[in-house]
């Protein structure tokens, strides 16, 4: 059985300030690994993938995120967030491309 | 425009009745989805399907059915709908044999009085 573990249910942190999201991930096999963000009342966006080859990874609006083998983690990072970037932001998994297994989300909150 | 497309956006209806939710996707993909993320945010996917092959989650009552006409359309319908289907469905589709990322539609948003 495979699963996605998103530990933080909500992160508030300050405009311009660093944001990590953690993601770790159960599967027997090597995984399939996305993150994708949920505005308010629209549908989810992809904001990175990883399949294979360099663990860290770059995706849209500036956000990166590093895989870990040992870890069996999938970790979102952005340098500096602005107010937009407030949303809930869900990693997932999919194996052998069929079916998504989404974490529970992590609601980010930016304040001014 | 190429996206995923739903409709309506929202819909209310009272216990017990059909409702039905459209999905079109102009991506081109072969494999479509539907997922109900319900009131905390969590995700659960309910049907997969493309021209060949209905996969169903086992946890889906059988009050709901997807029905497709074409590769590019998957619908949803609720034969008769109960409280706890208040839920936001989302549609979902990914090209088969390409890479595994899916792409999502608005999503509707169902609420049963």
């Known amino acids: 059985a495979q699963s996605v573990t998103q530990p933080d249910a909500r992160v508030t942190v300050s405009e311009g300030a660093s944001l990590q999201l953690r993601c770790k991930y159960s599967?027997?096999?090597?995984?399939?690994l996305f993150w994708y963000v949920q505005y308010p009342r629209q549908g989810l966006q992809l904001l990175l993938k990883?399949?294979?080859?360099?663990?860290v990874v770059q995706g849209v609006n500036s956000f990166e995120a590093e895989f870990s083998k040992s870890n069996s983690s999938f970790h979102l990072q952005k340098a500096s967030v602005h107010w937009s970037d407030s949303a809930v932001y869900f990693c997932?998994?999919?194996?052998?491309?069929?079916?998504?297994?989404f974490g529970i989300g992590t609601r980010v909150l930016v304040r001014p | 425009e190429t996206a995923v497309f739903q409709t309506p956006n929202y819909h209310v209806t009272q216990v017990g009745n059909e409702v039905s939710f459209n999905c079109k996707q102009t991506?081109?993909?072969?494999?479509m989805y539907w997922y109900k993320q319900d009131s905390k945010k969590l995700l659960k996917i309910m049907f997969s399907?493309?021209?060949?092959?209905?996969?169903v989650n086992e946890t889906v009552p059988r009050r709901f059915s997807p029905q497709s006409s074409d590769k590019a359309h998957l619908n949803l319908r609720i034969k008769s709908v109960e409280p706890e289907d208040s839920a936001v469905y989302l549609c979902?589709?990914?090209?088969?044999?390409?890479?595994?990322?899916?792409?999502f539609g608005p999503g509707t948003r169902l609420t049963v009085l």
């Open positions: 399907y493309n021209n060949k092959q209905l996969i």
């Open positions: 997932a998994l999919s194996s052998a491309g069929n079916k998504l297994t």
């Open positions: 979902a589709s990914r090209r088969l044999g390409g890479s595994y990322e899916q792409y």
């Open positions: 599967y027997s096999a090597t995984p399939y």
């Open positions: 991506l081109g993909h072969d494999t």
């Open positions: 990883y399949y294979s080859g360099d663990p």
